[in-house]
């Protein structure tokens, strides 16, 4: 009768662990991502109504402005309130630039500084999934998947 394992038996069971550990660890990354766009496109549907009550709180005008790869609730002299970084895998139909204007009211106004008269709308896609959100005159932000 032998005692212990085989050099042979304990690499097998290596690998065998290895390979649990590799698909465990790829699943927790997909996880991991997804959960990050999850998020960010939570983050993104509040992002205008916090904006529109910030400016209504401080009693100044804001702007959204859109780099590319992030949103920034600015003040009119650059200074940035608050900023919102895209996931890998998320892209928005917005152009980079100012998006949205927020007034002392709590009003949100076209890139120009006029009121909206129709909701603004645009997409955020994630992977194959495409959502439309639409922004009302004070910020209220409706997201259809």
Known sequence: MR???S???LLVVLAVLA???AIGAFNARRTLLSQEQAAFLRSLQGLFWEAATEAASRGENLVLHFTGQRLEVRRTDG???RALDLPPGVSLSLTPGVVARFTPPG???DQD???LRQPLSFTATVGSKTYTYTVSLIGETEVVP
């Open 79 to 81: 200074t940035a309130l």
């Open 19 to 21: 390979v649990i550990f």
């Open 7 to 9: 050099v042979i038996e």
């Open 3 to 5: 005692k212990g394992f």
């Open 107 to 109: 009003k949100v106004a």
């Open 113 to 115: 500084g006029r009121n």
